[in-house]
DNA sequence: CATCATGTAACATACAAAGTTACATGAGGC
DNA sequence: GCCTCATGTAACTTTGTATGTTACATGATG
């Protein structure tokens, strides 16, 4: 099944935003990603809405990160994305007639539940600042590739 | 995401096969499940090929269970429909040369690797057997329905 | 007031599961 | 032998969702 990857593709416009100052455009941020502009401000219109980032519209506007990057995990990030499905196997049926439907229901939803449960709890336990800690570990002596750095 | 029901739908079938003796034909099955015989036999062609089940064309075929329920967990019914991707998420570029989408996916592979090794887990815990005892308790002193008993 | 940037609707594309049609293959029953 | 039944499979259609694109309204800046 084709699977989601907008927590991944916002994680990384974040990470981006958290690595130089300044507001980025919905344009800059796309060519880091390779998308659309359009597709930048659908994933973030969550997050804004949460508070996590702001957006200024004119001369000089686009994304602000607006909160404490230590105190954000991947999990808030994820529930401003509106908290998209986890698991890629669901039941035929959720509240089914069938005995043996309800049976075989009840066996998948206790594995779907812990994995899921497991999976938001890991999540969790990562803030963004965490990430950026890294970020910084892996850059190690180079230099950080600011996006929009190399004119274009 | 949309969901993949296949499992769901290939283990209320075996469940069904597992109440009543004798050969299915994958018409009496698809009308079970409310679905098209076709959808039947391509759920089941990996189940043939382990050896969990057996076909039988011309008069009297069909579907027989050739398996220890006992023997036969989740997980081994998951493998035979050729382990599909268990999350709906996944990293946007899996070799990526940007640092930042590398410390991402870090972070996102090890929290997905936790949630998919528990789910499989789990899934491994349950044999075929425990869910017929599960469905055997859920039946209580009701007379089973036997699929395809009202003619039709 | 011209330009820039977001906000959003509307439409197009890509892709996988699910459903359907068509026909070949092979196993009884007569 | 031949008809019927049932599987095996390819090819096509439908459906749902993420992704990509176009178009235009809104608002801020110089």
Redesign the interface.
Known sequence: ?????????V??VL??MA?QPGPFTSETLAKA?DTNPVVIRRIMAGLRQLGYVRSEKGHGGGWTLACDLSKVT?RDVYAALGS?????????TEAPG???????????D???Y???A??LS??GE?TLA??GD??RK??GS?KI?HIGAHGA
């Open positions: 099944m084709r699977r989601d990857s907008r927590l991944s593709g994680l990384h990470l981006h690595q990603m991947l998209p499905s986890l698991l890629a196997m669901g039941n035929r069938c005995l043996v439907e309800q049976a075989v229901n009840a066996a998948l206790q594995a779907f812990d994995a899921e497991l999976l890991r999540l990562v965490m990430l890294d970020l892996r850059l180079r590739h």
